[in-house]
Each structure stands twice: as structure tokens, then as C-alpha cells.
């Protein structure tokens, strides 16, 4: 039995120089790094030790691998079951919309609240309806978020990724069979709820890399600080949470970071690769996150932003992994299968690349070395 450990722990080691090697000829050879700059940690949570690292603690920006910190934390604080929730109520003599920043809302559920109002006998609504946005601040847009990008307004009232729920609203109501019937005053007591659920809102986030579904996760999680809730509320959690995962390079403490918002989106979002890892392990640590967690990240060839990539090599099906693109940066960040069963943890970030197709090259090459 003794031989027998020794004899497993000895192949462990050599299938992780193995990898280690493999993984230190591709970044050796990689002519993108003469003109740019990359930080790589790779770390074998089975056997709960670094692998490979290189520049892991450099500070760069994450794109949307940030997206991985912002559903750690969101799994460890609020679950899997928490419910983002749309009310409509009545206030006295008005109507009120209050807003929870629920970007799953669509002209079905908005529908459904018309027909309750119809059904209690309100055909009509003077005075239009109130807004309430208290759930979070005023800022449309995210700090840092270039003013020329498409970006999505962080509204508690978005819809279709506009402020505009009020609006669509009111339109539909306005299409039932018109029967007029003055409201009375007050009210009687009105309410009516729509939601859904964090696990709802993580897969379509993960898989497709939607920015206003992680940006509405960034601040719930800020709610958990008191409302209004506000990126500042969410930072600040987060780092309570990257304080139970702590670095993983020997050194004491975390390296030098930046968290700016829930998607990446952000030009002053700075992380390191072996921060992302550290939130990596932590999560796999953490059966209730990881289960959560690994089956909403994209499957190399298979889904997602990963639909495309690693089709036909070790890679595929075998990584599961959250994709960064901003101009000028791409990375990847999670989970991998190596060929003898092992789970190791990951993360990627090129910085400074002028051709975004070169690093996803060298970073599937990296990927196939730890699967093959």
C-alpha cells in the first residue's frame, strides 16, 4: 500500500512537470510576447498546488473574465435562489412600478401585470404611472465605460436594455379592450410581483457574456449594503469575499488590484491572473458555487463564447471557461480536465495585443497542453 501511494504521488508529479514544461515551451516560443504582455496561473486544485506561473501577478485589465468575480461573489452573498423582483403596487390614489433591475423582464411577464390590473376592474389609469428607481444610484453607465460603445443602461427599470420599462408598460396597457372606469380613491391594496431567479440570470450571463446581466448581478449583491445600491457597495463586498481567497504564489496578502464594475467593461478594472484563480479555487472549494458556477461557463467547442474554439482537440468539452475581449486585451479564466482526471483552475489575460485572434491561438495552445 505504501509503494503503491508513492508510486501515485511520484506520477503526479511527473504528469504536472509534464504539463509545466509543455506550458513553458508554448510562452517561450509565442512571438506575440515580443510585443506584448501576458500573465498565466495555472493551479491543480486536485492536488492544491500551483502548477504553472508566469508574470501571474501582473496587474492587467480582465474584460469579461471579470464577469468570473462578479458571479463568486454573487453565489457565496445572495445563492443561487435569489430572486430579483418587479413590483407593481398602489400608493393611496397611483400606481407604482418598482424597479429591481431585473434584466429578464419581457412584454410576457409586463403583460401579465396588465391583466392583473384589468381583472381587479382598472381600465384605466389617471395620472400615468409612477416610477420607482430607489434600488440603486442615478448612473446609467458604468465608470470607465468608453461613451462611444453600445453599452446597456443600468437602470432599475431597464428593459430590452433601455430605461424604458414605464414606457413599454404603459403601451401595453393601453392596448387591452377599452372600458372606462375611473380609479377611485384610494386604491385597494395592490400587489403584484414578478421574478426570477440569480441561476436564471448566471447562465445567460456566463455562456453568452452579457454585460447588462452581470452589471444587474453587481448590484444586487451591492443591495446587501443597503439601498440605494451602488458600484462602491458591490467593490466593497467583493473584496470581503477575494479575503477568503487569498493569493496563491507563496506570497502573503493579494497583489495590486482595481475593481470597477460587475462585466469587465470597465477601463480601470485591474486584476491579476492569480487573483481570478484565487476566486477560481475558492469557488471549487465551495460545492454550492462550483456546481453553480461550472455548468453556466462556456464548453470549449461545444457552447457559448467557446462554441467556435478548441473544436476537435483535448481541449474540447474539457474546459470550461469565462472569455475576455476589449480592444486591445483578450483572456480566459476556469476550469480544466486534464487527460489522467485532475481539475485544475486557470486564467489568462494578453494585454496590448494588436490582433485579438493570436492570443485566443496561444491561449487554445496553453488550454490543449494542460488537457492532453
Known amino acids: 500500500m505504501i509503494i503503491l501511494m508513492v508510486l501515485m504521488v511520484s506520477s ?3 504528469a504536472n512537470d509534464s504539463i509545466a514544461i509543455k506550458l513553458d515551451s508554448i510562452v517561450g516560443n509565442a512571438k506575440i ?43 457565496d452573498r445572495l445563492g443561487a435562489d ?17 424597479g429591481g433591475m431585473d434584466p429578464l423582464i419581457n412584454e410576457d411577464d409586463l403583460r401579465m401585470m396588465a391583466d392583473s390590473l384589468k381583472a381587479m376592474g382598472i381600465d384605466t389609469i389617471r395620472g400615468g404611472i409612477i416610477a420607482d428607481r430607489s434600488m440603486k444610484d442615478e448612473d446609467l453607465y458604468g465608470e470607465g465605460w468608453c461613451w462611444d460603445d453600445d453599452n ?26 377599452p372600458h372606462y372606469l375611473p380609479i377611485t380613491s384610494p386604491l385597494p391594496p395592490l400587489e403584484i410581483e414578478i421574478t426570477h431567479s440569480l441561476r436564471e440570470v448566471l447562465v445567460p450571463m456566463m455562456k453568452h457574456s452579457n454585460n447588462l446581466y452581470a452589471e444587474s448581478m453587481y448590484y444586487q449583491i451591492g443591495l446587501l449594503k443597503g439601498k440605494p445600491s451602488t458600484a462602491k457597495k458591490a467593490k466593497a463586498i467583493e473584496e470581503e469575499v477575494l479575503k477568503k481567497a487569498p493569493s496563491l504564489n507563496g506570497r502573503d496578502g493579494v497583489g495590486p ?14 486584476v491579476s491572473a492569480d487573483i481570478l484563480v484565487a476566486f477560481l479555487r475558492y469557488a471549487y472549494h465551495n460545492k454550492d458555487i462550483y456546481l453553480e458556477l461550472y455548468d453556466a461557463l462556456p464548453i470549449a467547442g461545444v457552447d457559448g463564447t467557446l462554441k467556435d474554439r478548441m473544436k476537435n482537440t483535448p481541449a474540447m ?34 494585454q496590448g495585443v494588436m490582433k485579438g485572434s493570436y492570443a485566443k491561438a496561444l491561449q487554445d495552445k496553453l488550454c490543449n497542453a494542460m488537457c492532453e
Open 12 to 14: 503526479a508529479l511527473s
Open 33 to 75: 510576447l515580443e510585443t506584448s504582455q501576458m500573465g498565466v496561473m495555472v493551479y491543480d486544485l486536485t492536488a492544491d498546488s500551483v502548477l504553472y506561473q508566469r508574470d501571474a501577478r501582473q496587474t492587467l485589465r480582465p474584460a469579461s473574465t471579470m464577469k468570473l468575480i462578479t458571479a463568486i461573489t454573487a453565489l
Open 82 to 98: 435569489y430572486q430579483y423582483s418587479t413590483r407593481l403596487v398602489s400608493r393611496d390614489s397611483t400606481i407604482v412600478l418598482i
Open 152 to 177: 446597456p443602461e443600468l437602470s432599475p427599470l431597464v428593459y430590452h436594455r433601455k430605461d424604458y420599462m414605464i414606457e413599454a408598460f404603459q403601451k401595453i396597457f393601453s392596448t387591452l379592450p
Open 257 to 270: 488590484h482595481r475593481f470597477a464594475d460587475g462585466s469587465g467593461l470597465s477601463l480601470y478594472n485591474y
Open 317 to 350: 468539452d474539457n474546459v470550461h471557461a469565462k472569455t475576455g475581449t476589449l480592444s486591445g486585451v483578450s483572456s480566459l479564466a476556469g476550469y480544466c480536465k486534464t487527460r489522467d482526471g485532475r481539475t485544475l483552475a486557470f486564467a489568462i489575460i494578453n
